[in-house]
Each structure stands twice: as C-alpha cells, then as structure tokens.
C-alpha cells in the first residue's frame, strides 16, 4: 500500500529558485492538505483542496501556490524560494466523511533554501 | 481563528512512569480533536475524540475530552523507549474543512 508519497524526499535551493513538490495519494480521498513544519512551530496549514479543481488558502500560504488538476494529485510550487521557506514539508490526505477527522500523512519532504 | 495549546512542551521521564500531555482548544463549531504521536517521519494517527467523557484507550495509552472545559488529555502509562516522540493534538469544527494542530509536546523516555 503506497498510501500518500511525496516527492522529493529532500532538496537544497538557492534564494530565487523555484520547484514543485508533488503529492499523490492512492486511497481516492477527496481532501488534500500541504503543511509545514518547523521547530516549536508544530505543523501549519499552507493549501488545502477539498476536490479536484479546488484549492484554498490556510494559515501560511504567502509564497506558495498550489493545483489540483487531478484528484489524486496535490502539488505546491514556490515561484521564487527564500531562505524563510527551509522547513519540512507534509502533505496528508482524508475522506470527504472525516473532513476533520483522520488524515494521512506522507513521510515530509526536507527543503533547504541557502 | 481555532487555536489549540498542549503542554508542557517537552517532558523527559524514566521509562515505567506514567505521563499526562495535555491539550486545550478554542475552535468554531467543534466537531473533533485528535492525537497523533510523530516519530521521525509523518504523524501517525491515535486517538479521535468526539464526545465528552468517553474515554478511548488503546493498550497502554488513553484519552479523554472535556468539551465544557475544552481540553483532553493524553495518559501513556508504564512508558518504554518507543514511547519517545513528539505528540500532537489537532483539533476541527463543522463546516471546516482542515484541522488546527498544536505545536506538540515532545517527550523522551530515560531508560
């Protein structure tokens, strides 16, 4: 069972670059969710999509971008990386009946941006 | 804006003690809270708590919500060295879709 894979696992930037983390689940689930997580922060919602076409905005979303083009995909971009962004990254998913309840989580992706 | 606080933030004990984390929450039109434990990697899913007083339990570890006083707590009793993580509390309302976490109380376990 893959379950929610994110890739890549790691990945060093330099300020101004951009890149695309991609997240695909294979449970069908209709919402999708990018968190970061940094140090004494505990994880914080970036995007989130509750069906394919749709995203929304959470708690930190400056800096990013998002799509869902297809249900079972869920990417975020950063346009241009700063040094703000270095954190680990979690993309998770859930069923549309447990909108708040149960997520799934994948196993983070580590950006560095020098 | 939900919000959620655990404390304390981090705990060191010797394995065998029994531990308390604690989580309290505001949030809009409450509908669950949720622990998950974060080892290396991704959270990993505990306890869901809906309805006040029930207590869920799986083997050593339990959890109770109080929705007049809007907290929960999480027990470990007889704690061993794989009891060492970091526990998150999450919380989320009807009509939203998305949980509010906290920001977690790491607990190590002394052998």
């Known amino acids: 069972n893959a379950g929610v894979t994110q890739t890549p696992k790691f990945r060093v930037l330099k300020t101004g670059q951009s890149m695309t983390l991609l997240c695909a689940q294979d449970?069908?689930?209709?919402?999708m969710y990018w968190y970061r997580q940094d140090p004494g922060m505990g994880l914080r919602l970036i995007h989130y999509s509750v069906g394919e076409g749709t995203t929304a905005k959470g708690e930190v979303p400056d800096g990013y971008n998002v799509s869902r083009l297809k249900k079972q995909n869920f990417l975020l971009g950063l346009e241009s990386a700063a040094p703000s962004q270095t954190s680990v990254y979690f993309c998770a998913s859930s069923t549309r009946d447990r909108g708040t309840g149960e997520l799934f989580f994948g196993e983070g992706s580590r950006l560095t941006v020098l | 804006e939900d919000k959620v606080v655990q404390s304390p933030l981090s705990l060191v004990v010797h394995e065998g003690d029994t531990v308390t984390l604690n989580c309290s929450y505001e949030?809009?039109?409450?509908?669950?809270l949720l622990w998950y434990k974060q080892e290396k990697k991704a959270p990993t899913f505990l306890f869901m708590l809906?309805?006040?007083?029930i207590e869920k339990k799986s083997g050593r570890l339990s959890s109770i919500l109080d929705k007049k006083e809007l907290f929960s707590i999480l027990n470990i009793t007889a704690t061993q060295t794989g009891d060492s993580a970091i526990y998150l509390c999450a919380v989320g309302g009807f009509g939203n879709e998305k949980l509010t976490f906290g920001t977690g109380t790491r607990l190590t376990i002394i052998p």
């Open positions: 809906t309805s006040s007083g």
């Open positions: 949030v809009t039109n409450f509908r669950s």
């Open positions: 449970m069908n689930h209709e919402y």
